[in-house]
């Protein structure tokens, strides 16, 4: 598996739920339910027109609304969320993946193509990923010493 687009695959195979996304005017107590209720760390912010304007994450809620003594009640998603977003497309590979959020410090990416929303990555994702890929080869060596 090299390609994100691969990893998507995987993923509907397994049935993974789609990305969630809400809009800037919702609460982060309300996104904090949604994300709590759907197991995932991060969602994806849109605007009216559907467009990504945002991500929000759980490192999000904790540094600008715990740490500042915000009510999540009161505190829109808009006025934390990460607007500068970092995203792939289906056609980018995984290493790539990775080494930029290794670097950028992040968790998660969104997966765009033309302009449209059509998944989420995490490094999650991509650990299990890798995981997969070094048993097949473990398998396929130990194979190749049996034969030999």
């Known amino acids: 598996m090299f390609l994100v687009s691969q990893l998507i695959a995987r ?9 969630e996304t809400v809009s800037p005017d919702t609460t982060v107590l309300d996104a904090a339910k949604i994300m709590n209720d ?21 490192r999000d809620f904790l540094r600008r609304v715990i740490a500042d003594g915000r009510n999540p009640a009161e505190t829109r998603v808009s006025e934390i ?8 497309t289906p056609d980018t ?13 992040v968790r998660h990416m969104p997966i765009i193509e033309c ?4 998944g989420m990555i995490s490094i999650g994702d991509l650990n299990f990923a890798e995981s997969r890929a070094l048993n097949e080869q473990v398998e396929q060596l130990e194979m190749y010493i049996r034969t030999a």
């Open 11 to 19: 993923k509907h195979e397994a049935g993974t739920r789609t990305v």
């Open 38 to 58: 759907q197991h995932i760390g991060s969602l994806v912010v849109v605007g009216q027109e559907g467009g990504l304007v945002g991500i929000v994450t759980e």
């Open 81 to 88: 969320m990460t607007r500068s977003i970092l995203t792939c």
């Open 93 to 105: 590979r995984l290493d790539e993946v990775r080494n930029t959020m290794r670097e950028r410090r």
């Open 115 to 118: 302009d449209r929303l059509v």
